[in-house]
């Protein structure tokens, strides 16, 4: 596969995308640095457009995580969960893109509102699931204002950046092959080829001549590759919808048809519903290990996402440092808060940022184009369900597949780099978890360091983390010991 070149363009090939042929257009290149950063106006629309379409079913998915119910027998109301998810993504990314002022779109954090669904609402009510919410979202914006949370990810050697780049790629390709339905979990194996050991269903078909229609015209070095594969792979699904030859209930996310109208009022009635305190039983102990379950959710999973997508976007410099990085870290952590005064829990950097860098975008322009379409969304919800989940996957896979060529920047002649870095990038997909694969990698680092006489090397933030990647990987073991449950 033929990656996109990531070099700056000339003049003439700007002026032919229309970029400097406008006064208005000039004052969005200097507050962006669009040309500095070797992009164009027509790639980061591109850009974000299509990391919208790649992030879109977080408006379905997230409503679907929270609608249980909580310790007092209550649900949350689906339209309200909906408008709730497009409000925050809407927000945060706009704020990213404004101030951050890079291509990361937020949106909910799948791994926090699995925590909350999970782990939290069974022993709490939703407003104090929420709370908590809010609060781990101030935990991490004051490491962000403290400098502590920039000073761990600069302190991550630049062998396991590259690994957690590679890691979330073979993570946000599994995430691809699953929801397209071209991976299931088998009877007899963990994982197999479609439900019964073989492909079945038309979605399945079209999932695949998406992701072969991508990589042909990456191939060819065609600028818009991933966006013209999904435009068209939603087409085609929508046609075949409409001549009858798919059975509706084929597709995983619904067929791909409008139903009703696609105009709909944002639904508020959550907004705000925020508690602190009135824990009862639950316990301070119990509240704590709540919320630092919820920062090691949010922290790390974000961590890896932005040195991921940095690096792939070419923002890092030589030791995988990304310029601005504090103010990309502090609206992180904002997700946190602004996710739970809204109601749809922590917002965090989305892996699928990534789509909108494999199609050429640089700045925070394209997140502004991404938060504006979330926030049409709070009125055009009913569109959301047009583009198949197994469309979107395809462009995943493509993503993943970019990522992993982090792999030639890796010495794995050398044990010391290669185990962490070999940990890191399987470990991710194999637990579903991106914090897992960070922590297995730093762990073995600095074991592997210490065997080797080399702890002078290590540093100081790299034996905190370590620790606290112990306490993670040991915590269920210290809750029983600790009596919290």
């Known amino acids: 596969m033929a990656q996109q070149s990531l070099e700056p363009r000339t003049t003439a090939e700007d002026a032919g995308e229309g970029t400097r042929t406008a006064a208005g257009r000039s004052w969005l290149d200097r507050y962006f640095h669009i040309s500095h950063r070797g992009s164009t106006l027509a790639r980061e629309v591109r850009g974000g457009i299509t990391t919208f379409m790649a992030m879109a079913y977080i408006l379905l998915l997230n409503p679907l995580i929270l609608s249980g119910k909580d310790a007092a027998g209550d649900t949350l109301a689906q339209q309200a969960l909906i408008t709730a998810t497009a409000f925050a993504a809407a927000l945060t990314t706009l704020l990213m893109g404004l101030f951050g002022k890079v291509p990361l779109a937020l949106a909910a954090g ?275 369900a047009i583009v198949p989940g197994e469309v979107a996957a395809a462009a995943l896979v493509v993503i993943g597949a970019m990522m992993m060529m982090n792999a030639r920047h890796v010495d794995w002649s050398d044990r010391a780099t290669a185990v962490p870095v070999f940990l890191t990038v399987v470990i991710m997909p194999f637990t579903y978890s991106i914090t897992a694969g960070v922590a297995a990698g730093v762990i073995s680092y600095v074991a592997i360091k210490v065997a080797q006489g080399k702890a002078r090397e290590i540093g100081a933030f790299m034996w905190a983390l370590t620790v606290i990647f112990v306490v993670y990987f040991a915590l269920n073991p210290i809750e029983s010991w600790l009596g919290v449950h």
């Open 110 to 384: 799948l791994s926090v509102s699995g925590v909350l669904a999970s782990q939290v609402a069974p022993q709490m009510t939703w407003p104090q699931a929420m709370g908590m919410c809010v609060m781990y979202g101030v935990v991490i914006m004051l490491l962000v204002v403290t400098g502590l949370r920039e000073m761990i990810m600069n302190a991550i050697p630049l062998p396991l950046k590259h690994a957690i780049t590679m890691g979330i790629g073979l993570f946000v390709a599994l995430i691809g092959f699953y929801k397209a339905g071209f991976v299931h979990q088998g009877e007899a194996t963990p994982v197999t080829l479609g439900p019964a050991g073989e492909l079945a269903g038309w979605p399945v078909l079209l999932f695949a001549v998406t992701l072969l229609a991508i990589f042909m015209l990456q191939a060819r070095g065609i600028p818009g590759a991933i966006l013209i594969g999904i435009v068209g792979g939603t087409l085609l699904a929508v046609l075949l919808n409409t001549l009858d030859v798919i059975d509706p209930g084929q597709w995983a996310s619904g067929a791909p048809e409008l139903h009703g109208s696609a105009v709909s009022m944002p639904d508020f009635s959550i907004f705000g519903n925020v508690e602190f305190g009135g824990w009862g039983e639950v316990g301070a102990m119990t509240v704590g290990m709540i919320v630092f379950t919820l920062v090691l959710a949010g922290f790390f999973d974000a961590m890896a996402t932005i040195i991921g997508v940095g690096t792939e976007a070419r923002l890092a410099d030589a030791q995988g440092r990304m310029p601005g990085l504090s103010k990309a870290l502090f609206i992180d952590g904002a997700g946190g808060a602004i996710g739970g005064v809204s109601g749809a829990s922590g917002q965090t950097v989305f892996v699928e940022s990534a789509t909108g860098v494999g199609e050429g975008a640089r700045t925070g322009l394209s997140s502004v184009v991404t938060g504006l379409f979330f926030a049409a969304c709070l009125f055009f919800t009913p569109l959301t």
